[in-house]
């Protein structure tokens, strides 16, 4: 058995590291005019750390955009940042602390970096004057959404998630130490990361985020926020690619389990990174549901 999940998890990286992160198809974004002038950067204290975010559109629908392991809104949400609708949409593309332009401090992973992720993200939105947010979550970023959605119910309006899971398994644990070293990615999938963070801090944070994932398969059940999936109140999207190397299928269909009401969308071809290969398609999708 384990030749064989072996096997699977060394095909599911070599996969993984073509797909991982978005320099496949998003080029690294320079500064916000890249976007377009409609797109201001600006950052804001928040909870003792000053949180960077990217702001376009004049929508009365507040969105934000949460990116995943190492994410940034600039190398992680191109083509939304860009193109959803921006008469109906005011998006939000952030930073968590110690990713992209959040720093200092340096990113660590204590036990609670997703609730304290999912805190500074919701905090952010109510520093800006938003009412009432949706959330827009990849990967790492859908953890976080789910347990901003969890924690604080009458904030948050709508969800999409994909690449997301709520606990940790074995299978999990193999994928994630196929790419703790970042030297055996491709160069096109390094060079926007390497590019933001300089390669030093983005070797040693991938690292760093290994061992912070992996705590969480020595707790019970493996839980990440499984407990919390019952309290998600909001209308709830949940997107999977089913060639996505990085989170099985079963990921998807645990949260769409526990998740109540919530809908489960498949893309045939789509991986890890979905929304920027498919990106008119990812677009359309969730704002019709977000409409």
Not at 58 to 86: C, R, W, Y
Not at 136 to 159: E, F, V
Not at 171 to 183: F, L, P
Request: hydrophobic share 40%.
């Amino acid at each position: 058995m384990a030749e064989v999940l072996g096997g699977r998890a060394v095909r599911q990286v070599r996969l993984l590291l073509s797909v991982l992160k978005p320099g496949n198809h998003v080029p690294h974004a320079g500064p916000a005019a890249a976007f377009g002038t409609s797109v201001t950067s600006a950052k804001v204290a928040v909870n003792g750390v000053h949180l960077h975010y990217q702001r376009t559109g004049e929508g009365e629908h507040a969105v934000l955009l949460l990116p995943g392991m190492l994410g940034s809104g600039e190398t992680d949400f191109g083509p939304q940042i860009k193109n959803l609708n921006k008469k109906l949409f005011t998006v939000v593309a952030w930073d968590p602390r110690g990713y992209g332009h959040s720093r200092p401090p340096d990113r660590d992973f204590p036990l609670d970096f997703f609730e304290r992720d999912a805190k500074d993200a919701v905090d952010l939105m109510k520093t800006l004057k938003f009412q009432k947010v949706s959330l827009l979550g990849w990967s790492d970023g859908g953890i976080t959404a789910l347990i901003a959605a969890a924690r604080y119910p009458s904030y948050i309006n709508k969800m999409v998630i994909w690449g997301a899971n709520a606990y940790v398994t074995e299978e999990d644990e193999t994928i994630y130490q196929g790419i703790r070293d970042v030297s055996k990615w491709s160069e096109r999938t390094r060079k926007p990361l390497e590019t933001l963070y300089g390669y030093d801090y983005f070797s040693k944070t991938c690292e760093k985020w290994v061992d912070g994932i992996k705590q969480f398969k020595h707790l019970s059940d493996g839980n990440i926020c499984r407990h919390l999936l019952p309290l998600v109140q909001c209308p709830t999207l949940i997107v999977h690619g089913e060639k996505d190397p990085l989170v099985p299928r079963f990921h998807a269909d645990f949260i769409h389990k526990h998740v109540r009401g919530s809908r489960l969308h498949l893309m045939p071809e789509g991986k890890h990174n979905l929304h920027l290969r498919f990106a008119n398609e990812f677009n359309k999708l969730a704002e019709d549901f977000l409409q």
